[in-house]
């Protein structure tokens, strides 16, 4: 069984930053490839970055790309979301996600899932 812990979110104004963690209990970390999603209130959760088992493949979403990072850390069980330059639009739940398998844009392609944790940008 797998179960993931995020950490990290809150109020943040306009242009600032957040890093988001994520804590996967298991052995078996290193061989899932992990997700970022959000969802806004009234809006399906949407994709928003993944990274490889090795952590040397990511792909985010065009509404991210250039000011969030996805990165690993296989040593510790933990994934993080730096998130710069901060928008009101980032508003959301953050959930990461993880599946046994390559990386994947789809959340029904993965199979665990955090409870989430708030990020409000106030403008």
């Known amino acids: 069984q797998v179960q993931l812990v995020e950490s990290g979110g809150g109020l943040v104004q306009a242009g600032g930053s957040l890093r988001l963690s994520c804590a996967v209990s298991?052995?078996?970390?290193?061989?899932?490839?992990m997700g970022w999603f959000r969802q806004a209130p009234g809006k399906e959760r949407e994709f928003v970055a993944a990274?490889?088992?090795?952590?040397?493949?990511?792909h985010y979403a065009d509404s991210v790309k250039g000011r969030f990072t996805v990165s690993r850390y296989n040593a510790k069980n933990t994934v993080s979301l730096q998130m710069d330059s901060l928008t009101p639009e980032d508003t959301a739940v953050y959930y990461c996600?993880?599946?046994?398998?390559?990386?994947?844009?789809?959340?029904?392609?993965?199979?665990?899932w955090g409870q989430g944790t708030q990020v409000t940008v106030s403008s």
């Open positions: 996600a993880a599946r046994d398998g390559v990386v994947a844009t789809e959340r029904s392609e993965y199979a665990y």
């Open positions: 298991g052995r078996t970390f290193s061989r899932y490839a």
């Open positions: 990274v490889n088992w090795s952590g040397d493949w990511r």
